[in-house]
Antibody, heavy 119, light 108 residues
Framework: QPQLQQSGPGLVRPSETLSLTCTVS??????????WGWIRQPPGKRLEWIGS???????YYNESLKSRVTISVDTSKNQFSLNLSSVTAADTAVYYC???????????WGQGTQVTVSS | EIVLTQSPGTLSLSPGERATLSCGAS???????LAWYQQKPGQAPSLLIY???TRATGIPDRFSGSGSGTDFTLTVSRLEPEDFAVYYC?????????FGQGTKLEIK
């Protein structure tokens, strides 16, 4: 079972871009046929899937965030990343990375990163 | 998108009791691609059940899932102290993947 370790700032200013990275240990993003996804949990709200990427770079996003989201993968570093542009206070949430296959649930998950959008 | 509604919002029980948690879907869940997760404070969700009724690796058999179509249930047969947490259902058969709002299982 791989381990997913998240990194990135916990505070982002309004209108700027939120950037997070998830590094995979004990597994190879490039060699394994998995999707790598991002999910967030705003305070007091339900979990929300943001989008996912395959190791060849193919992506699919939640339409509700699609215009502001970019997910990328760097197989040489065994990492994948989330960029969310033009953030507002509504983007304040705990952000998680996770692995999944087609029609399979998210497992395992990263440890989570609390991101607050505030000036 | 498929909206998942969990009930009850909070369930208060004692160790040793049986817990029954429900998850209802606004549309039929494709091929019963329905998962249950457990989340403890300060931790990420962890997978318990997938395909509505298949336990994930290492999950004790006191956890069981059932249901199909639009109605699903997670049952914990005999509650252990470590089972008190928040539980989420999720459908992963159709994009966007969606989650229920959660059921908090608390000690009575």
């Amino acid at each position: 079972q791989p381990q997913l370790q998240q990194s990135g700032p916990g505070l982002v200013r309004p209108s700027e871009t939120l950037s997070l990275t998830c590094t995979v240990s004990y597994g190879s993003i490039g060699r394994e046929s998995y999707f790598w996804g991002w999910i967030r949990q705003p305070p007091g709200k339900r979990l929300e899937w943001i989008g996912s990427i395959f190791n060849n770079g193919n992506t699919y996003y939640n339409e509700s965030l699609k215009s502001r989201v970019t997910i990328s993968v760097d197989t040489s570093k065994n990492q994948f990343s989330l960029n969310l542009s033009s953030v507002t206070a509504a983007d304040t949430a705990v952000y998680y990375c996770a692995r999944h296959r087609t029609v399979r649930p998210f497992d395992p998950w990263g440890q989570g990163t609390q991101v607050t959008v505030s000036s | 998108e498929i909206v998942l509604t969990q009930s009850p919002g909070t369930l208060s029980l004692s160790p040793g009791e049986r817990a029954t948690l429900s998850c209802g879907a606004s549309q039929s869940v494709d091929s019963n691609y329905l998962a249950w997760y457990q989340q403890k404070p300060g931790q990420a969700p962890s997978l318990l059940i997938y395909a509505a009724s298949t336990r994930a690796t290492g999950i004790p058999d006191r956890f069981s899932g059932s249901g199909s179509g639009t109605d699903f249930t997670l049952t914990v047969s005999r509650l252990e102290p470590e089972d008190f947490a928040v539980y989420y259902c999720q459908q992963y058969g159709r994009s966007p993947y969606t989650f229920g709002q959660g059921t908090k299982l608390e000690i009575k």
